[in-house]
C-alpha cells in the first residue's frame, strides 16, 4: 500500500472545509482510499466518493460546527492506493481534476 498526501497552504485564510477532485489512471492503481490528514481536527467528511471504473476522486472535509475556522499548511486528506497487479505501466499520476480545489472561508472572508 502506497500513501500520498494532499496538502494546503491557506496564506492566512481560515478555512471551514475544503473540497477537491482528483483523477487518476484506474489501469493502474487500484484499491483507492481517501483519509482525512491532519490539518482539521477531528473533521466531518461531507463526500468521499472513489470511482474506481473511471478513476475519480471526490472529496469533502469541514470542521464541526463549534470548531474555529483553521489557517495556515498542513495535509488535508491522505490517498491509500496500490499499483495494478500485472501492470507494465512503470509511472503514473494523480491530479486535481480540471484544476479543482474548493476552500471555503469563514464567515468574515466568505469567497
Known amino acids: 500500500m502506497y500513501a500520498l498526501n494532499a496538502d494546503v497552504s491557506t496564506n492566512g ?10 483523477s487518476y489512471d484506474p489501469k493502474a492503481i487500484t484499491n483507492v482510499d481517501v483519509l482525512p490528514g491532519t490539518f482539521f481536527s477531528d473533521p466531518v467528511v461531507l463526500l468521499k466518493k472513489v470511482d474506481q ?12 460546527a463549534n470548531q ?34 474548493r476552500l471555503t472561508r469563514d464567515k468574515n472572508h466568505r469567497c
Open 53 to 64: 471504473a473511471t478513476g475519480r476522486i471526490s472529496y469533502a472535509i469541514a470542521i464541526k
Open 13 to 22: 485564510n481560515k478555512l471551514t472545509a475544503i473540497q477537491m477532485e482528483l
Open 68 to 101: 474555529d475556522a483553521v489557517s495556515g499548511k498542513g495535509t488535508v486528506a491522505i490517498i491509500q492506493f496500490e499499483p495494478v497487479k500485472g501492470s507494465t505501466l512503470t509511472t503514473t499520476s494523480i491530479s486535481f481534476y480540471q484544476n479543482q480545489w
